[in-house]
DNA sequence: ATGGTCGCGTAGCGA
């Protein structure tokens, strides 16, 4: 809470995607947050993963659960429409499954709900309307995304398939903000805390903004708050961050 | 190859 709190004094965003919240919704620190101006969304999980939208302007409609699978408990997915100042906008906080081990149940559990993504989000652009679908998706896009490729080839984050599955949803017709307004290799999301990871600065890029092309007409920006990684009780991931004139 | 670090919840799992 004290990393969560002086970032968002600092940055004052409009809207946060939090993930792995590993509390139930009744434990979730509403007073603390709300004091800094912010309307709250919870999908709470006991012990495990867990999602919030956090939003300076209210919500119009909210939905909580990746659609596609009625018997999956994992408390990973909401989605939100907010009201913006020249109309709505809609935003998705994405906890994607880690995976590992592959193969194994996990990252059939990891396929299976990177299909069910891929099937709502095409769903998504008929709306033809901004679109941000914000989360750690534990997914390294492309070598240049990872400190040392030829170590990660057998994660459940950096294999071909998780790789294509991941393409396959931006060819639906969404635009990754980082390749949009950056582009370069070397650019990390998450440091593990074990082996001086962040010390030796070996990084992998997992943290995306998926855009639809309403909201990819209108970024500006696009940033990642390494700074974040230091200080007191970091987390392992940082925040990254899009700017849109909306 | 091994062990290395966190949070949750109070052992061992998931990352």
Known sequence: MHAVTKWLKEADPDVVCLQEIKAMTENFP????????????ILGQKSYNGVAILSKRPFDEISKGLPGDETDEQARYIEAVIAGENGPFRVATIYLP????????????KLDWMDRLKVHAKGLLKFEEPIVLAGDY??????????????????????????????????LGYTEAFEQMDGRAGQYTFWDYQRGAWQNNEGIRIDHLLLSPQAADKIVNFEIHKATRDGIKPSDHVPVVGIFDL
């Open 30 to 41: 509403f007073m603390e947050i709300e004091a800094l101006g912010y309307n709250i969304e």
């Open 138 to 171: 534990n997914v390294i896009p492309e070598e240049k995304d990872v400190y040392a490729p030829k170590e990660w080839l057998t994660e459940a984050l950096f294999l071909p398939q998780t790789r294509s599955k991941f393409r396959e949803i931006l060819n």
């Open 98 to 109: 880690n995976g590992n081990p592959a193969p194994g149940p996990k990252y059939d559990y």
